[in-house]
Structure formats: C-alpha cells, structure tokens
C-alpha cells in the first residue's frame, strides 16, 4: 500500500536514491533533491549548474556519499561535484577532469558511478577513441582518482579491452560490440584497498592507485553482457548481473578468489523472465537482495543461495489511470522497515512491501 506520495517536478528521471539519516538524496539529470524519508518534503534542492547539460546520466549510474556530502559527476563534460548534504550548497567543482583530453571525443563523455573512500573519489567512465574505429559505436572506458576534500585529480588510467581469454568471440569481427568492449560506465566496489569494477565484457580489479590486478568474465566461459548493470557487493558476495539471449541471470562471486558461487534466473516463477539492462541499482535488507526489473517486478534473492525469496509488481500499486503519460522509470529503494521507495514521472512513492 502507498504510504505518502509526492509531486516532485515534472517529467523528473531519477534512477539513483541515497537514504541517509532519515533524509532522501535523489540525483536527476535536472537537479539534486534531498527530502524528507517520512513525510517526503523538500527540505533542499540545487538546480543544474551552469556550463553542463545536467547531472549525472540517469539511466545507469549513482552518486557516491561520505558522511556529510555527496558526489555527483556531470552527465557529459567530465565535471564532478561535491555537494553537502546539510545545505545543498555545492563544496567544490572539477572542470573536465573526468577526460583524459589526449583521448576525448565530442559526444563520448558517459560518467560513470563514483565511489567514496578514505578521502578519495574513484570515478569510472566511458569516452575517448572507439577501440575499433571501423565501428564508431563505443569508446575506451577509464578510471579516475580525486581527493575528496580539495578536488584534486590525482590520477587516470585507461581500461585495458577486453582479452581473448574470456570468450572465443573476443577479435572475431562479427562479433565487436557484443565481445570487445571496456567502457566502464557502472559503478566501483572497494574491498580491502581493491577496486571492483564491470568494465565491458569483464570484471576487472585494481589496486588504489589504478593497476589491473585481475579479470575475468562470466562462468560459462563467456564474457559478460556490455550492459551497464551496476555490480554490488553484500555480506562478502559480489554480485553481478548478465543479460543474454532475452534472459536476466545474477552470478554471485567470490570477491578474492573469483571463484563462481551460485547463478539465478530473474524470474518470479521460473517461467516469466524480467529484464534488468536499465533498471536501477539493486537494494538489500539483511540476507535479501531486491532487484527492479524494468517490467516493474520487485524480485527479492537469498544473497547466500540465489534462491528467490520474493515477488511484487509494482505497477498493481501505484499505476495511476489519470495519469495517461505515467512512466515509472524512477529510482529505487528498499528500507530496513521493508518500506520501498520509487519514482515515476511526476512523483516519489513510499510503499509498504507485501508480506
């Protein structure tokens, strides 16, 4: 059942939501909005900033937060933002930093999602050169580091592509958009000062100061769908989405050894399979991770098995007839009180999960 409900402003596309302190961060392509989690007030919002098209990309990426601030990149342009979340008031702004200039073209800039760590910002991204030219379809994918208190760029390594030795299909030029690509336009997980990150076809790990350390790609000998399925990591299980062949699969690894735990299907029953190439990030509450499918299913997964441990369709809930241009393409998120949070078009939601 909906809880409360609230116009925001119109034609509003979020995919990411922070809740922190009983206050809601949404980040949108128009601005960054900070509410109230019980009652949805506003209580700040910063419009977009002068010189940019607008904040982050919304289809597939999320901001990154530190304990009194959060950190949004620019959709394009290669700008990062420090924004406090007391005030809204933003802290500090690099210009073009997110781009290695030697390497940017127009229109190849696609921030990524950036991750906060003992005083650092790490950045991935998708610009630059396409890897194979005859193509033109996508570009070299990157890795940048910043200090969180001053701005600061302190550096930026290229993506290595993906190799021959996660799929036959890796230098078969039938195959170059499907097997070859490195963009990193996802999100990073750090563990243990190591940098976890779905760049293309493949996972890749790297030290704090940007070294590859290791790769691979999916269990069947395979790469990885390109899709810019955000990666997440909980309760030691790295989490890792694939979509091929019209099917959604969640491949949980081990996050030191690499080693292939458990696969799962993204369906309710067996039967029905969900898309999730542009749905939001997934949200977990004690051993249960709960995906959005981009149908509108809410499918919850034992984080230690895979087994499917809940099913909701969302759009039963909130669909509006007198809202004939509805679209719920918002952000989304699940609270330890089993309360989930979602946008549309023109509102945030705070549901109640059925039992």
């Not at 990666?231 to 030691?236: C, S």
């Not at 099917?247 to 969900?274: A, C, G, V």
């Not at 809940?310 to 007198?322: F, G, P």
Request: net charge negative.
């Amino acid at each position: 059942k909906i809880i409360w409900s609230k116009r925001l402003v119109t034609d509003l596309f979020a995919e990411n939501m922070i809740l922190d302190n009983g206050r809601i961060f949404i980040v949108d392509l128009g601005g960054v909005y900070c509410l109230n989690s019980q009652t949805g007030d506003i209580i700040w919002n910063l419009p977009v900033q002068s010189g940019t098209v607008g904040f982050q990309n919304p289809f597939f990426t999320s901001s990154a937060q530190s304990g009194d601030a959060i950190f949004v990149p620019s959709w394009q342009g290669g700008d990062l933002f420090k924004i406090s979340k007391a005030t809204g008031q933003v802290v500090w702004r690099t210009k073009g930093t997110l781009s290695d200039k030697a390497n940017y073209s127009v229109g190849g800039n696609w921030n990524g999602s950036p991750l906060y760590s003992k005083g650092r910002v790490y950045v991935p991204a998708r610009y630059g050169i396409s890897i194979f030219p005859e193509s033109g379809l996508y570009h070299d994918g990157s890795v940048a580091c910043f200090d969180a208190n001053t701005g600061e760029r302190l550096w930026i390594k290229i993506v290595p592509p993906m190799e021959k030795r996660f799929s036959k299909f890796v230098g078969d030029p039938k195959f170059p958009l499907d097997y070859w690509t490195n963009v990193a336009m996802a999100n990073i997980i750090i563990l243990d000062d190591t940098l976890m990150i779905k760049t293309g076809n493949a996972l890749t790990w790297m030290d704090i100061d940007g070294n590859v350390s290791s790769r691979c790609g999916a269990p069947d000998a395979h790469g990885l769908n390109e899709g810019p399925n955000q990666i997440r990591f909980w309760r030691n299980h790295l989490l890792v989405g694939d979509y091929k062949n019209d099917m959604s699969k969640f491949y949980s690894l081990d996050p030191k050894t690499h080693q292939f735990e458990w696969t799962t299907i993204m369906s309710e029953n067996r039967s029905e399979y969900h898309s999730f190439l542009f749905s939001p990030a997934p949200s977990y509450v004690g051993n249960t991770v709960y995906f959005l499918s981009d149908d509108y299913f809410v499918l919850g997964v034992d984080v230690e098995t895979g087994i499917r441990k809940y099913a909701m369709y969302l759009q039963d809930a909130i669909r509006d007839k007198n809202l004939s241009d509805q679209v719920l393409d918002g952000g989304f998120l699940v609270d330890e009180d089993h309360h989930i949070f979602i946008m549309d078009n023109h509102y945030i939601y705070c549901l109640q999960m059925n039992q």
